[in-house]
């Protein structure tokens, strides 16, 4: 199938951007901002959405790039990562900023797609386009990071735990764009893990969870934070775990207790061709339990 006729723009700077959608969202017509495309296309080419007027802000360097370092002396926390809402996923994988200050963003690239799709598919294209199977918005809400959206009103900074609000859809307005990412810096006896199960490498996930872990000088978990995705219309935060978890001594943990509290109370679990709700729950359970695993493994200097 081919995308239905839409009128098509491409600025060249940010400015000239949120002045068109602010022009369009005046007007009242459907624009699409476009960003890599490896979301936004297919889904344009068998007609699940149609908007009249598509934005291409792939020319806009301003919004590349990754800024900030690791974290601090004596491994304190140490403020934010940018990255800019262009910056490919390739590029954000091969980084050492982001492997020094964001390891989980960097370890999730590679079950992203395939590489061409990593060269041309962006961050904010994916945070955006807000796929519930999706690696990066589950990594966005697992490191609490703060989504910048620009509009010709001004711009603004949206939590990631209030940014996704359902399948393909966020708290972004019609006239905004996102246009960076802010990840605070872990410091400390820190770990991180990304787990999935897919039919095929490059498939989106059929059940998959991160992990972030920080031990304190007495062993025990001083924070965590574990994020599940595949299993809801949005990357889900498993708060009930998370308790648990926070203040345990480290070598007390049960990975498998706490990946089936994860998924012991969670509502709306999809069930398709690729797999029963009840399938994705036991999983997405094993996902939590080896993603804990490693991320523990880590912050106590093990080899995972």
Known sequence: MKPSAFEYHAPSSLGEAVALLAELEDANAEAKVLAGGQSLIPVLAMRLAAFD???DIGRITELEGVSGTGPGDAGQDSGYLEVGAGTTQAVIGSDPAVRAGAPLLA????????FQVRNRGTIGGSVAHADPSAESPAVVLALDAEIEAASARGTRRIPAADFFLGVWSTALERDELLTRILFPVWGG?????IREIARRHGDFAVAGATACVQLDDQDRIARCAVTLFGVGSTPIRAAAAEAGLVG??????????????????LDGVPSDLHGTADYRRKVGAVMVARALTAALREARGESC
């Open 248 to 265: 345990a001594a480290a070598s007390d943990v049960n990975p498998d207790e706490a990946g089936r509290t994860a998924l012991a109370e």
């Open 189 to 193: 006896r820190r770990g991180f893990a």
């Open 53 to 55: 007027h598509l934005v």
């Open 107 to 114: 370890r999730a690239v590679p079950l992203i797609a395939h």
